[in-house]
């Protein structure tokens, strides 16, 4: 098991930055791949951006490509989401994910593990 508390989260103006969190507790951290996803009200969750066990790839949808940077510390169990230029279309829950190294496929899919999300919501 691995548990996944995402901090962070809040109302900001658009054009500012924000810089989420996810600390990860529960097993060997950089045996699993992160990635961000978000929901925003009366939308499907969508893939936002993702970033291998070592922390040397990394894939970010086109909507975000450019504003946001996702890295990750693997001496202290946490993957961060900084996100500039924000835009009210960013306004969502945004929830970090786990899934193990060896699983493969595409970098969407397969999570086993969810955090309980943190609130974005930007103001124009």
């Known amino acids: 098991q691995v548990q996944l508390v995402e901090s962070g989260g809040g109302l900001v103006q658009a054009g500012r930055p924000l810089r989420l969190s996810c600390a990860a507790s529960g097993r060997t951290f950089s045996n699993y791949e992160m990635c961000w996803f978000r929901q925003a009200p009366g939308k499907e969750r969508e893939f936002v951006a993702f970033?291998?066990?070592?922390?040397?790839?990394?894939v970010y949808a086109d909507s975000v490509k450019g504003r946001f940077t996702i890295s990750r510390d693997n001496t202290k169990n946490t993957v961060a989401l900084q996100m500039n230029s924000l835009k009210p279309e960013d306004t969502a829950v945004y929830y970090c994910?786990?899934?193990?190294?060896?699983?493969?496929?595409?970098?969407?899919?397969?999570?086993?593990?969810w955090g309980q999300g943190t609130q974005v919501t930007v103001s124009s």
């Open positions: 994910a786990a899934r193990q190294r060896a699983r493969g496929g595409r970098v969407s899919e397969g999570y086993d593990y």
């Open positions: 970033i291998s066990w070592r922390g040397g790839s990394t």
